[in-house]
Nanobody, 116 residues
Framework: QVQLVESGGDLVQPGGSLRLSCAAS????????MGWYRQAPGKQRESVAT???????NYADSVKGRFTISRDNNKNTIYLEMNNLKPEDTAVYSC??????????WGQGTQVTVSS
């Protein structure tokens, strides 16, 4: 049974930082592309950052230079380091594991709220 469990969401002031984690189990983690996605109230879910099995990364324009995605294949975990957070970053952040477009697995999500 595949499980993705996110953690690290919190209430933070504008300009602050957070680090999200997503721990995976039940899959060959190193072979999967992993990604962070977010959905704000009343908006569609959007891709934030992805990292391939080979370590190549891709970011949404809105987070480039502020967010960093990384993975630790020894711990079956990905991270999202978020700096200079803005109110528009407020959303539920979820992680996804993908294998060559054949299947996807999603976590339950963690809430990030940026507010003074």
């Amino acid at each position: 049974q595949v499980q993705l469990v996110e953690s690290g969401g919190d209430l933070v002031q504008p300009g602050g930082s957070l680090r999200l984690s997503c721990a995976a189990s039940g899959l060959v983690f190193s072979m999967h592309t992993m990604g962070w996605y977010r959905q704000a109230p009343g908006k569609q879910r959007e891709s934030v950052a992805t990292i391939t099995s080979g370590g190549s990364t891709n970011y949404a324009d809105s987070v480039k230079g502020r967010f960093t995605i990384s993975r630790d294949n020894n711990k079956n975990t990905i991270y999202l380091e978020m700096n200079n957070l803005k109110p528009e970053d407020t959303a539920v952040y979820s992680c996804k594991a993908s294998y060559r477009g054949l299947w996807d697995y999603w976590g339950q999500g963690t809430q990030v709220t940026v507010s003074s």
